[in-house]
Nanobody
Framework: QVQLVESGGGLVQAGGSLRLACASS????????MAWYRQAPGKQREMVSG???????NYVDSMKGRFTISRDSAKNTVYLQMNSLKPEDTAVYYC?????????WGQGPQVTVSS
């Protein structure tokens, strides 16, 4: 049974920073494409950033330069460093893992950015 356990959400003022972490149980991590998605109230879930098993990253344009995704294979953990946060970044952030098209989701910590 694979589990993705996230941490690091919370309340922050605009311009501040947060780091989300997603720890993966099981043996999938080294093979998995990992990503972060987010879903704001009344909006569809959208991808924020992804990182392949080889470390190649991609970002949604609006997050480039503000968000950084990384992975630590020794800890089976993927991170999302979020800087210069804006109120429109307020959302539930979900960790995502894709291993040979088998998809896993984390529980989704809330990130709230106050103006």
């Amino acid at each position: 049974q694979v589990q993705l356990v996230e941490s690091g959400g919370g309340l922050v003022q605009a311009g501040g920073s947060l780091r989300l972490a997603c720890a993966s149980s099981g043996s999938i991590f080294s093979m998995a494409f990992m990503a972060w998605y987010r879903q704001a109230p009344g909006k569809q879930r959208e991808m924020v950033s992804g990182i392949s098993s080889s470390g190649r990253t991609n970002y949604v344009d609006s997050m480039k330069g503000r968000f950084t995704i990384s992975r630590d294979s020794a800890k089976n953990t993927v991170y999302l460093q979020m800087n210069s946060l804006k109120p429109e970044d307020t959302a539930v952030y979900y960790c995502y893992a894709d291993v040979s098209r088998i998809v896993y989701w984390g529980q989704g910590p809330q990130v709230t950015v106050s103006s």
